[in-house]
């Protein structure tokens, strides 16, 4: 039952086998290599390996060129050296802290599997990130500008605020933005999602252990307040808490001071709390389930995320915040269609956020080709035209906005009926011709391109710009400057 | 009881082996399929649509969580399963905010791994 590979590199036999037993009694595969000058680098990612354990080296360069492929990944696993690198190892080889460890020599089990532990969590965080929305709250609907506006009201105050909204619509990422917003922002946000800890390990997660405080607590351990200390503490999925953690929660709110499981001294903390939950705690509260003077302390400053389908006017600024930060991690480079975001737009995103970046995920990676057009959406996503008023697309950020479309618009929503009514054809052919113009700015006039971010065949776009009287001479021009 | 589908991930030929012997005793599990890496998980979840992927969290190129996003953004994504060598807080909230339905220990794999299964399959409100 193996979990995952090591690379050992040691010119010592004794002491490369002796580590080799050890990670393989601890379930790793271990991959021992007297000169890394042996391994094809071609053949192998960094990430192959959960981690690098440095010994002897008998060729220096060698050495430094595979270190300088490890650094070439910035994800790279951490290099736990043996004790004749603990002094200098770090600067030697220009690691830092977070990616060089020392390894002490004879190797405790205990501690091998505590480096791999952390090792392993290392890498899922910063997986994590790639797919996390940074910089706060995506978008200019009028929900958004009216939550960054609170936000910016609360940050500067200690208040605790309770985050509430629907799965997925980003209710950490408006903590982390009122944190970075706050004078706590050199201090750290620490995040906790009382949901997916079982109840029995949320106390000691929370408030930390003495040593021996239980079984299987072989050293003392801080919690995440004390981890928190002077920065944020963010409680998702409160509602999720038992009742007995709640009264202990209530009682750190008050007092603002606790023990840690196991130990009878009492710490004082300094440390702003953000409480989250997608359930109706008023409802839970009637239920029993949950407590109502916990509440009245948590609610202090409601916040209220708006569900994406209230906000798909958005969704193409989303879009393009996502698939830069994927195409800036090497996640794969990805661009919808016109089609492909108009039957998103139509698509009611239970999942909200969350789900539409799954899906961009999913998307970057199954398609090579970068280019995705409605039919490439999987089918929950290919939600057909009904007839009904699409959505007015917000321009996105990065972008000036479409020229066609803002003339076109002129002030007015474009999905919103005027109080006298309008003439639905020729309202259509206005937005069909601005798409088709800011379409044909962006390809630089080239009709086949523009064709493509419209998601029509380029004869069907032909004949469309004969139809608008954009003229075959104007098209033919155009694809000359081309 | 339902009859509940099922596949079986993980970068370990002899894990997946292990596993599908297991989970033979269970007349009402199936495993219609077996994958090596999360990219193949993917594709076979949607080729096969299974009720459940039962999932390995670390394998090379992509690893367990990425794979849970990618499957949950498929139409009738599955249950999914993440099976981790490491069974602690940190691990079990990214597992959950990858979108995971459970999380099981890959020390106690069985034990763990046949009660959620069970209440899968005498739980027929899910997809």
């Given at each position: 039952m193996s979990e995952a590979r090591v690379l050992v590199l040691d010119a010592d036999p004794v002491r490369a086998s002796r580590t080799a037993e050890l990670l393989d009694f601890i379930d790793y595969v271990p991959q021992v290599l007297a000169d890394v000058g042996a391994l094809s680098l071609e053949r192998h990612a960094p990430r192959d390996w959960a981690a690098v354990v440095l010994g002897s080296i008998p060729d220096p360069a060698t050495w430094q060129r595979f270190l300088d492929w490890l650094k070439r990944d910035p994800l790279h696993p951490p290099v736990l050296g043996m004790p004749e690198h603990h002094d200098d190892g770090a600067r030697q080889f220009g690691l830092n802290s977070a990616q060089f460890w020392p390894l002490d020599y004879p190797i405790k089990y205990p501690l091998l599997s505590e480096l791999l532990?952390?090792?392993?969590?290392?890498?899922?965080?910063?997986?994590?990130?790639?797919?996390?929305?940074?910089?706060?709250?995506?978008?200019?609907?009028?929900?958004?500008?009216?939550?960054?506006?609170?936000?910016?009201?609360?940050?500067?105050?200690?208040?605790?605020?309770?985050?509430?909204?629907?799965?997925?619509?980003?209710?950490?990422?408006?903590?982390?933005?009122?944190?970075?917003?706050?004078?706590?922002?050199?201090?750290?946000?620490?995040?906790?999602?009382?949901?997916?800890?079982?109840?029995?390990?949320?106390?000691?997660?929370?408030?930390?252990?003495?040593?021996?405080?239980?079984?299987?607590?072989?050293?003392?351990?801080?919690?995440?307040?004390?981890?928190?200390?002077?920065?944020?503490?963010?409680?998702?999925?409160?509602?999720?808490?038992?009742?007995?953690?709640?009264?202990?929660?209530?009682?750190?709110?008050?007092?603002?001071?606790?023990?840690?499981?196991?130990?009878?001294?009492?710490?004082?903390?300094?440390?702003?709390?953000?409480?989250?939950?997608?359930?109706?705690?008023?409802?839970?509260?009637?239920?029993?389930?949950?407590?109502?003077?916990?509440?009245?302390?948590?609610?202090?400053?409601?916040?209220?995320?708006?569900?994406?389908?209230?906000?798909?006017?958005?969704?193409?600024?989303?879009?393009?915040?996502?698939?830069?930060?994927?195409?800036?991690?090497?996640?794969?480079?990805?661009?919808?269609?016109?089609?492909?975001?108009?039957?998103?737009?139509?698509?009611?995103?239970?999942?909200?956020?969350?789900?539409?970046?799954?899906?961009?995920?999913?998307?970057?990676?199954?398609?090579?080709?970068?280019?995705?057009?409605?039919?490439?959406?999987?089918?929950?996503?290919?939600?057909?035209?009904?007839?009904a008023p699409s959505v007015a697309f917000h321009s996105t950020a990065n972008e000036a906005p479409p020229v066609g479309i803002a003339q076109a618009a002129a002030g007015e929503r474009l999905d919103e009926l005027p109080a006298e009514g309008l003439d639905l054809k020729e309202h259509m052919a206005r937005i069909e011709t601005a798409l088709i113009k800011a379409a044909l700015e962006r390809s630089g006039g080239v009709v086949a391109h523009a064709a493509q971010l419209l998601g029509l065949r380029r004869t069907t776009l032909v004949e469309k710009l004969r139809k608008y009287g954009l003229g075959r001479g104007e098209e033919a021009g155009m694809d000359a400057v081309a | 009881m339902r009859q509940l589908r099922v596949l079986l991930v993980d970068d370990h030929e002899g894990f997946l082996n292990a596993a599908q012997r297991q989970l033979r005793n269970l007349p009402w599990v199936s495993v219609v399929g077996r994958a090596l890496n999360g990219l193949e998980a993917v594709r076979l979840t949607e080729q096969l649509t299974p009720d459940a992927v039962l999932m390995d969290l670390a394998m090379p190129e992509m690893g367990g969580l990425q794979a849970t996003r990618l499957i949950k953004a498929q139409t009738k994504p599955p249950f999914v399963v993440i099976a981790s060598h490491f069974d602690d807080p940190q691990h079990r909230e990214h597992a959950a905010s990858a979108g995971a339905d459970g999380f099981v220990s890959k020390m106690f794999y069985v034990q763990e791994v046949v009660p959620i299964l069970e209440k899968l399959a005498g739980d027929d409100s899910h997809v």
């Amino acid at each position: 039952m193996s979990e995952a590979r090591v690379l050992v590199l040691d010119a010592d036999p004794v002491r490369a086998s002796r580590t080799a037993e050890l990670l393989d009694f601890i379930d790793y595969v271990p991959q021992v290599l007297a000169d890394v000058g042996a391994l094809s680098l071609e053949r192998h990612a960094p990430r192959d390996w959960a981690a690098v354990v440095l010994g002897s080296i008998p060729d220096p360069a060698t050495w430094q060129r595979f270190l300088d492929w490890l650094k070439r990944d910035p994800l790279h696993p951490p290099v736990l050296g043996m004790p004749e690198h603990h002094d200098d190892g770090a600067r030697q080889f220009g690691l830092n802290s977070a990616q060089f460890w020392p390894l002490d020599y004879p190797i405790k089990y205990p501690l091998l599997s505590e480096l791999l532990r952390r090792a392993s969590i290392k890498r899922l965080d910063e997986e994590a990130r790639v797919v996390s929305i940074l910089g706060g709250p995506t978008g200019h609907a009028p929900g958004i500008q009216r939550l960054r506006v609170l936000i910016a009201q609360v940050a500067p105050f200690d208040t605790t605020v309770l985050i509430l909204g629907e799965s997925g619509s980003g209710k950490e990422v408006a903590a982390r933005a009122i944190h970075d917003a706050s004078s706590r922002r050199g201090k750290p946000f620490v995040a906790m999602n009382c949901g997916a800890i079982p109840g029995e390990l949320l106390e000691s997660e929370l408030f930390g252990h003495e040593k021996g405080a239980f079984t299987g607590a072989i050293t003392a351990r801080k919690g995440r307040f004390e981890m928190a200390d002077g920065g944020t503490l963010f409680l998702d999925e409160i509602g999720d808490m038992s009742m007995p953690m709640q009264v202990k929660l209530l009682r750190v709110l008050q007092e603002r001071s606790f023990e840690r499981v196991g130990g009878n001294q009492t710490i004082r903390c300094n440390v702003r709390v953000i409480a989250a939950t997608h359930r109706n705690l008023e409802e839970n509260i009637q239920k029993g389930a949950f407590r109502e003077d916990l509440f009245y302390r948590l609610n202090v400053f409601p916040l209220e995320m708006p569900p994406l389908r209230e906000r798909l006017a958005d969704l193409p600024e989303l879009v393009d915040v996502l698939t830069q930060q994927l195409e800036k991690n090497g996640r794969g480079r990805v661009r919808l269609s016109t089609d492909a975001l108009a039957a998103l737009s139509r698509y009611r995103w239970p999942g909200n956020v969350r789900e539409l970046a799954n899906l961009i995920e999913r998307l970057a990676v199954l398609n090579p080709s970068g280019s995705v057009r409605a039919s490439d959406l999987p089918a929950r996503y290919r939600v057909e035209d009904d007839g009904a008023p699409s959505v007015a697309f917000h321009s996105t950020a990065n972008e000036a906005p479409p020229v066609g479309i803002a003339q076109a618009a002129a002030g007015e929503r474009l999905d919103e009926l005027p109080a006298e009514g309008l003439d639905l054809k020729e309202h259509m052919a206005r937005i069909e011709t601005a798409l088709i113009k800011a379409a044909l700015e962006r390809s630089g006039g080239v009709v086949a391109h523009a064709a493509q971010l419209l998601g029509l065949r380029r004869t069907t776009l032909v004949e469309k710009l004969r139809k608008y009287g954009l003229g075959r001479g104007e098209e033919a021009g155009m694809d000359a400057v081309a | 009881m339902r009859q509940l589908r099922v596949l079986l991930v993980d970068d370990h030929e002899g894990f997946l082996n292990a596993a599908q012997r297991q989970l033979r005793n269970l007349p009402w599990v199936s495993v219609v399929g077996r994958a090596l890496n999360g990219l193949e998980a993917v594709r076979l979840t949607e080729q096969l649509t299974p009720d459940a992927v039962l999932m390995d969290l670390a394998m090379p190129e992509m690893g367990g969580l990425q794979a849970t996003r990618l499957i949950k953004a498929q139409t009738k994504p599955p249950f999914v399963v993440i099976a981790s060598h490491f069974d602690d807080p940190q691990h079990r909230e990214h597992a959950a905010s990858a979108g995971a339905d459970g999380f099981v220990s890959k020390m106690f794999y069985v034990q763990e791994v046949v009660p959620i299964l069970e209440k899968l399959a005498g739980d027929d409100s899910h997809v």
